[in-house]
């Protein structure tokens, strides 16, 4: 079992930072096995990121897979707010200014407020999280993120127990958003927004990002920060975000609105759900491969997840 939830890691298995930059290899020091990897064919790909490293104080590998050229995560994406070819984030993501940046904190908590990006970061320790990504369109990747739990940040504000649901707002910033500028017709209905129910936001799996390959997260990746759910379609990482609010009822998200037959609220990934979504959802191209993978339920995160989805239909659920 390669899985390990936060609350499993002993401190004795976090890798000092000085450790981490020597060695630059792929390897948990909990000692999962990654036979896959390479120390050397890591070192390439962190060797054509350029920027600075972030510091990390533990590490999390969740997947035997290899983890997806860097390349190809920062230029392959899904940011509509730069237009909706696949290359466009990386080019037209260029021009946008991801600080200064806050973040509004509204709706059923005891500490709503405006707080600087500063103020959001600064108490919570990064981690590198190696995790699988599934795109509802078919392609996957492995990405080396780097973040904190959702759940540490959504304590900060003690929400209070009417809050049942987290609603999570991107930046609505159409002169540096080429995307959000198009018109007639418009390309989603701006902005951005997404949810999740309480208990799937504080799981110890949702992640928020601020980097990836160790250095800060690009804009076409979704700076400065932006959310990572490993078990729902990719869809459900919401980039650039810009408020959360705490609410009482189920959260009206920018796909379920755009098209409520193919996209659900929870989009958790189900290979075995064809007819409801657009495609076939049973199969996945992992960027950089050949042959087709087998999709797995949760995306492989079944035995961490499942059990928050236990007595629900999930094909009413989807
Ligand atoms: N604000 C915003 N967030 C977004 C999107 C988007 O268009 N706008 N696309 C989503 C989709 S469909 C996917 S697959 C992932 C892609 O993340 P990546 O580009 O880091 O791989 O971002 C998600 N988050
Ligand atoms: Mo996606």
């Known amino acids: 079992m390669l899985i390990k939830n936060a609350p499993d890691i002993r401190p004795s298995e976090i890798t000092p930072k000085s450790l981490y930059l020597r060695r630059r290899e792929f390897l948990t020091s909990a000692g999962a096995a990654i036979a896959a990897l390479t120390a050397g064919a890591f070192d390439g790909e962190v060797a054509s990121a350029a920027g600075d490293k ?32 696949k290359s466009d984030p990386a080019i037209y993501g260029k021009s946008f200014k ?63 127990g009417n809050a049942k649901f987290v609603e999570v707002t991107t930046i609505l910033r159409p002169q540096e958003m080429a995307g959000q500028r198009r018109q007639f017709p ?16 504080m799981h110890p799996l ?33 980039k650039s975000i810009v408020k959360i609010r705490f609410v009482e009822t189920q959260p009206l998200t920018t796909w379920v609105q755009e098209a409520p037959e193919y996209y659900g609220f929870y989009s958790n990934v189900n290979p075995a759900l064809t007819s409801s979504t657009y495609r076939n959802q049973g199969t996945e191209r992992r960027l950089g491969e050949f042959f087709m993978r087998k999709t797995l339920p949760f995306n492989g995160y079944a035995d961490q997840v499942a059990s928050l989805y236990a007595n629900m239909d999930l094909r009413k659920y989807y």
């Open 54 to 85: 972030l510091p990390v104080i533990r590490r999390m590998v969740t997947t035997s897979d290899r983890p997806t050229t860097y390349n190809a995560v920062t230029t392959y994406n899904n940011f509509y707010e730069f237009g909706s070819d």
């Open 206 to 238: 949702t992640l928020v990002a601020t980097g990836l390959y160790g250095e800060e997260l690009p804009n076409q990746n979704g700076a400065p920060l932006r959310l990572v759910v490993p078990w729902k379609y990719g869809f459900k990482s919401i």
């Open 98 to 160: 991801p600080k200064p940046w806050s973040v509004a904190i509204e709706g059923d908590c005891a500490k709503p407020g405006v707080y600087t990006l500063e103020n959001i970061l600064k108490p919570h320790p990064l981690e590198e999280r190696v995790y699988r990504h599934r795109c509802v369109e078919g392609w996957s990747i492995v990405v080396p993120w780097v973040g904190f739990p959702l759940s540490e940040l959504l304590k900060r504000f003690q929400p209070t």
């Open 186 to 201: 418009s390309l989603l209905p701006w902005p951005y927004t997404e949810g999740l129910r309480m208990d799937e936001a």
